[in-house]
């Protein structure tokens, strides 16, 4: 399923080749979705040719070509549940609410669903959670894989060093270790394949601190 920037894109692509047969630069594309920098740019696109929307058209500069369309719709975010106890299996268990996907690599819009997941109430300490299930693999060197669901405890502060939930830029969302050095955040991944990301504080929103994690086998 397509962020809802990452199906804009993709729509507004397709739209001037259609119109001009010519692949807009990424200065028009950052233009067309209001974004503050070419990098979220560059990380679309990325998205887009992973999930097989696009692909790079060989030997020619900025050339891509539409495979597919997105048939979903976006889903608008919806107000937010408050946790409740209910009893499962005669043990006490946590109603939270789920999200839907996080990036574990290239940052994604977390799309809010409706959906709601019970959690071992062990596993939950005072405050507000929220889950989010991972996609992606680049925190996969302390165990968190593709698919599983994290248990996310909402927060806009956390110690140096703890894994979180980070909003870059107001849209992009990701799962990362946070290191604060004065104006500066580092979004550090857990897998020698990606780069640390450095970005200025202003930019980075702490939406929640990770605290557990449940994952199924099939």
């Known amino acids: 399923m397509l962020t809802k ?37 560059h990380r679309m696109v990325g998205a887009l040719e992973e999930r097989r929307f696009v692909r ?5 500069a900025r050339a891509l070509e539409v495979l597919a ?26 109603e939270i ?13 977390a799309v809010q669903n409706p959906d709601t997941i019970n959690v071992p109430a062990q596993m939950m300490g005072s405050g507000e959670h929220y889950a989010l299930t991972v ?6 060197d302390i165990g968190i894989i593709d698919g599983d669901t994290v248990i996310i405890k909402r ?12 909003l870059v830029d107001g849209y992009e969302v990701t799962l990362k270790r946070i290191q604060v050095n004065g104006n500066r955040v580092l979004l550090i991944p857990e897998n020698n394949e990606y780069e640390i990301r450095t970005l200025d504080a202003s930019r980075v929103e702490v939406q929640g601190q990770l605290i557990g994690l449940m994952r199924q086998y099939h």
Do not use: W
């Not at 997105?70 to 946790?83: F, G, S």
């Not at 996609?135 to 996969?140: P, V, Y």
């Not at 927060?155 to 939930?165: D, I, K, R, S």
């Open 5 to 41: 920037k990452q199906s804009q894109l993709l729509l507004y692509i397709n739209e001037m080749l259609l119109k001009d047969g010519v692949c807009p630069s990424y200065e028009e594309m950052r233009q067309h979705l209001g974004l503050h920098s070419k990098s979220g740019i």
């Open 135 to 140: 996609e992606g693999d680049s925190m996969k």
């Open 155 to 166: 927060t806009q502060h956390v110690p140096n060093g703890t894994v979180a939930v980070a």
């Open 56 to 60: 790079r058209l060989p030997n020619k």
């Open 97 to 109: 609410p789920l999200y839907g996907k996080i990036a574990c690599g290239t940052p994604i819009e």
């Open 69 to 94: 369309l997105p048939e979903e719709k976006y889903i608008k975010p919806v107000k937010k549940k408050t946790a409740v106890f209910k009893e499962i299996a005669n043990d006490n268990a946590v």
